[in-house]
Structures are given as C-alpha cells and as structure tokens.
C-alpha cells in the first residue's frame, strides 16, 4: 500500500517559480507563444517533453503542452517517465506517497492502476528516487494548467531494458482517457553547432521509430526507447514540434543542452 504521505516540490524556486501566480503567469505565457503552432492531425496519445529549468526548455515544453488543448476534459490519467538524475534505480520505481505537490496545488496518483503495474517484476518502489527528481517534478505545472482534472502514475526510469519500459507502457496504455508523457532532454555541454547536428539525428532516429538511443544522445533515452517500441507495435505517428537548445532560449552557445518535444498520434485505422 502507498503512504499516505504527499510528496512537495523539490524544485520550486529553482526550476520554475514557487510562487503560484507568478508560475501561472509563466505557463499561461509559454502556452501563448506556443499558441501559433498548427494543430496535430489528431490530438496526441504521446508526447516526448524536456525537463530543464522553464527559462530554458520551458518554450519548447510548451509546444507539445499546446497540443493538449482539446484534451482538456477528456484525459483522466497521466502516465509520466523520467530518468533518474540523482539516486540509482534497477527497473522502473514508483513512489511510496499517495501524490505529489506543486505551487498550483496536489495531483493524486491513480491508486488502481498503480497497483496493476505491482506484480510486474521491473517496477519497484522507491521514495528516494522520486524525492529530489526534477525530471519528473517540472512536467506537472505544465499538466496541472492544460488539463482539467487528471490523476498520475508517475514512473522514475533506472537501469532498465526497453522491453521492460515498453512491458510498463502497454499495462497502462487504456484508452483516450490516458496520455503518456516521457520526459527527456538531448544532448549535453556540446557546442551550439555540434548539438544542433547530434539533436537533429537524435530526432530522426525518434521520427523514423528506429534505433536504440543512448544516454549521450538524450537522458531519457531508456523510457523512450520503451516508447518507440510500443509507437511501432501501435503504429503510432510522431511529430517533431520543436527541436532547440539552450543556446536559442536562455543560455550561453558554448555549452548547450538539447531540447524536443515530440507528439506521437494513433494511426486513424489501428487507433482505439
């Protein structure tokens, strides 16, 4: 059984705002810039998200944030994948609270679908690794102002096979009531002209489904490498909506972080 304990921000006031209105007033301003962006042919069962701090992969969150518009009422449960940054992990780690916190308020975890993910033998629990992880941690502002009401099955990725991401995915793929999001940024302290031709390959191999991502090439290379498996399996669609780094946002060009967001759509004759 989960604690009855609430995991707080372990971020707030370093990757994005602690204050509740001045992080709404952020979002809400990311989200308009986004707003020009052209519509998915259909709205997204998928999306591949960056996590850095918002001044700097905040602009190309938005973009694939902007596409869950029409999602608003629909989407019941999130399904969120992040490496893990700071305590090791074998499998996939789920925490031991029943939700988790941010400036704009709690977001329950989905009790019943945690506990379907239990007898997988990859998936096991572990409040250390979700205490201070950002990668998870920064989606949530941006879902929390998206949709309306939405409960999470939050998934700290380890030293894991994509296989067993994959295995993960399937279990909790239900149906237009259910988004997954895995966060990941690309590559790191390259130069700017360096990044942009490492990203640009990391993103092909994204958009033609093939491939094993390493670490080098994106820090959540293991969930979405799990993702592609199943986009395969499902025939998914993926769209590259934004590919930049911190040196077109916030930052110096002498040591870039890479950023995408990607939207993967259901096949209109295999989709559900």
């Given amino acids: 059984m989960l604690n009855r304990e609430i995991r707080p921000a372990a971020v707030a006031g370093l990757f994005y705002s602690e204050n509740a209105a001045t992080l709404h007033g952020d979002i809400q301003a990311l989200l308009a810039a986004a707003a020009p962006l052209a519509a998915l042919p259909r709205p997204p069962k998928a999306l591949i998200v960056p996590h850095a701090g918002y001044i700097y992969s905040g602009p190309v969150a938005a973009k694939a944030y902007a596409q869950l518009r029409p999602l608003r009422d629909s989407v019941r449960r999130v399904v969120l994948l992040g490496p893990v940054h700071r305590v090791p992990v074998r499998g996939l780690a789920l925490p031991n609270v029943t939700a988790f916190s941010t400036p704009l308020g709690t977001v329950a975890l989905d009790h019943d679908w945690v506990e379907r993910l239990r007898p997988l033998r990859q998936v096991t629990v572990s409040g250390a690794a979700h205490a201070m992880e950002h990668s998870l941690e920064v989606q949530l502002p941006f879902l929390q102002t998206v949709l309306s009401d939405f409960r999470l099955v939050p998934l700290a990725v380890g030293d894991a096979r994509a296989e067993q991401v994959a295995e993960v995915i399937e279990a909790t793929w239900g149906g237009a009531e259910t988004l997954i999001v895995v966060s990941s940024d690309l590559s790191h302290y390259l130069s700017y002209e360096h990044a942009r031709r490492v990203d640009a390959e990391t993103c092909d191999t994204i958009l033609q489904l093939r491939g094993e991502l390493s670490h080098d090439q994106a820090c959540g290379g293991t969930p979405i490498n799990g993702l592609l498996q199943v986009a395969r399996r499902r025939h998914l669609t993926?769209?590259?909506?934004?590919?930049?780094?911190?040196?077109?946002?916030?930052?110096?060009?002498?040591?870039?972080?890479?950023?995408?967001?990607?939207?993967?759509?259901?096949d209109s004759i295999h989709g559900h």
């Fill in 238 to 266: 993926p769209h590259l909506l934004d590919l930049r780094n911190s040196g077109d946002t916030a930052g110096d060009r002498t040591r870039v972080v890479g950023y995408a967001a990607v939207g993967f759509t259901e």
